[in-house]
């Protein structure tokens, strides 16, 4: 029995200078994290009975599928996204879920899809909304991340007059810069606000005006170099998310998931039955934002 062990059974005994010492020991970030786990099944002894009355007004978290005993959720999302992109484009149809219970509102997602695809002053890709309920003193927050519901019925696609916006065989809407006018009707079409027009503005600008060089950097979008800095496009053109095409299509999960702290983000491909997302779809507790409108999306939030 280790000295630690020792310091345990002397505070569960009732012996207060034991109990201070070992408090005091549990305390320090070192002892935590590599003493707590070990001793856990002993403190769930002691704590069960005081937590029985919070932990039944918790909805429980869902049970996370692993084709493999102990495998992380990215591992198992990375097997799935290369076995996926081993079929022709058609076949597969990418999704994403959202746990919104696991979801602290960090932001993380939205600064790595900044710095990904290199967006400037006013164009987000993943939002992170605020829901407030209830009434003060007893009010809740509820983080919901918003980046494009990648729509089956998407009302941006017909409105379009020059058809620089359309889904690809896979499921993602996305827009050709090349094609794009910068009449931003389909910003108006959009029922989720998930378009933004590129205005020219870099960072810089507002602060001191010098652009910076990280802002100078091409945007990666859909496998291809935009040179902002030049003036052309995509400067003048609607821009949204397209679940990274271009992290996708060479093997890698989009920024977002792959940053998520809370791991509630999971992306996959729900045409294949044993996909991770395909699971987590199948669940109970599974909702889509504004289904009543008939948009059919690829985005899904468990609540």
């Not at 002892?31 to 403190?43: I, K």
């Not at 910003?187 to 802002?215: K, V």
């Not at 669940?283 to 690829?298: A, I």
Request: include cysteine; charged fraction near 25%; charge should be neutral.
């Amino acid at each position: 029995m280790t000295q630690d062990d020792k310091l345990l059974d002397k505070a569960l005994a009732g012996d207060d200078s034991s109990r201070r010492s070992f408090l005091a020991k549990f305390a320090s970030g070192v002892f935590a994290g590599l003493v707590a786990p070990a001793l856990m099944g002993e403190a769930q002894a002691v704590s069960a009975a005081p937590a029985e009355q919070a932990q039944q007004d918790l909805v429980p978290l869902p049970d996370l599928p692993d084709a493999v005993e102990g495998e992380h959720p990215v591992v198992r999302m990375m097997q799935d996204l290369r076995r996926a992109l081993q079929k022709p484009m058609a076949e597969r149809k990418w999704a994403m879920v959202i746990d919104l219970r696991k979801c602290t509102g960090c932001n993380g997602c939205n600064i790595a899809c900044v710095t990904e695809n290199k967006l400037p002053p006013g164009v987000t890709y993943r939002p992170v909304m605020t829901e407030t309920s209830g009434t003060f003193p007893n009010v809740k927050r509820r983080f919901v991340p918003r980046p494009c519901l990648q729509c089956n019925n998407p009302p941006c696609v017909p409105v379009c007059p020059v058809h620089a916006t359309y889904m690809r065989p896979d499921g993602i809407t996305i827009v050709d810069y090349d094609r794009c006018i910068g009449c931003r009707y389909c910003m108006t079409a959009c029922p989720y606000s998930a378009r933004y027009f590129d205005f020219g503005n870099f960072y810089g600008d507002s602060e001191g005006g010098e652009r910076q060089p990280y802002e100078l950097l091409p945007t990666p979008e859909y496998g291809r170099d935009y040179d902002r800095a030049s003036g052309a496009s995509p400067i003048g053109n609607v821009r949204k998310c397209h679940f990274c095409i271009h992290r996708i299509e060479r093997g890698d999960l989009p920024a977002c998931v792959l940053s998520c702290m809370g791991r509630a983000t999971y992306f996959g491909d729900m045409n294949d039955p044993t996909s991770l997302v395909s699971e987590l779809i199948a669940q109970p507790n599974v909702m889509r934002l504004k289904e009543e409108l008939g948009t059919d999306p690829k985005v899904f939030y468990l609540v």
